[in-house]
């Protein structure tokens, strides 16, 4: 229950028709959402810093034996991946060019969306706003047709499944009482952050989609504003760790 005085205040300000408990849960929340977004400046700066040291620590810990070989010509070979080779058939030239499409795409809604909060410390606007909005549509329609092209090859099969059984072992400190098989962890890793940027594809975008509607208030647009941000920095860093997975991956053949 709330006292007499955030009563008063509440009723003032939101309107006699609503109720005290409803007004001061919404005032609470609304605290809680102001408090988020001062600090998710500070919050993206440290994911985005974790997520390069975990995998600057993963290549220490297992360290790509073919990458030290013919480092030149390894990074010829990376270059070399962005154009489209002759012998790829239609669908295949389809599939490398929205892959391509999806990436750049992603490297200008990444810039436009965090340079202006994690380097000048303020919103997007202006000129970013208007080119975000402009790559953003592209993206999602890339992102949809990925879905589909690479669903049956990313699906999880019965061979990954001694993966998940070690981690659920490792974490909870049981030991296994079978024997071992070690499946393709960059293979798995790589399917499961695709997935995830799939999902995380959705929540992004309706967020930012539902609040271009007039059907929601004040509130409500601040909620699906936090929710863009947040699910944004968790949908980069998931991208991140996709593309260097498939890096890795690629430098070993």
């Not at 007499?4 to 609304?30: M, Q, S």
């Not at 400046?41 to 620590?57: D, H, M, W």
Request: hydrophobic share 55%.
């Amino acid at each position: 229950m709330c006292g007499y005085g955030l009563c008063f205040t509440v009723v003032c300000t939101e309107g006699p028709g609503l109720r005290c408990e409803d007004a001061g849960r919404r005032k609470l929340v609304a605290f809680a959402l102001i408090h988020v977004s001062d600090m998710y400046q500070t919050i993206s700066i440290v994911a985005f810093l974790v997520t390069i040291g975990a995998l600057l620590l993963n290549c220490i810990i297992s360290p790509c034996k073919e990458c030290w070989r013919h480092p030149l010509k390894k990074l010829i070979h990376l270059f070399t991946m962005l154009f489209i080779e002759q012998k790829l058939s239609p669908a295949g030239v389809l599939r490398k060019l929205v892959y391509l499409l999806a990436l750049l795409c992603f490297v200008v809604l990444a810039f436009t969306g965090f340079y202006p909060t994690l380097v000048l410390g303020e919103h997007i606007s202006g000129y970013l706003v208007m080119v975000h909005a402009t790559f953003a549509p592209v993206f999602a329609i890339c992102l949809a047709i990925l879905a589909v092209i690479w669903a049956r090859n990313s699906r999880l099969v019965g061979s990954d499944w001694p993966w998940f059984q070690r981690f659920v072992q490792r974490v909870t400190l049981v030991k296994s009482t079978g024997e071992e098989t070690a499946p393709e962890s960059i293979g798995l890793g790589q399917k499961i952050s695709f997935w995830l940027i799939i999902f995380l594809a959705l929540p992004l975008a309706l967020s930012i989609v539902l609040s271009m509607f007039p059907i929601a208030g004040t509130y409500w647009q601040e909620l699906l504003l936090e929710i863009h941000r947040y699910t944004a920095l968790v949908f980069a860093i998931a991208v991140i760790v996709h593309l260097y997975l498939i890096i890795r991956c690629k430098t070993n053949e």
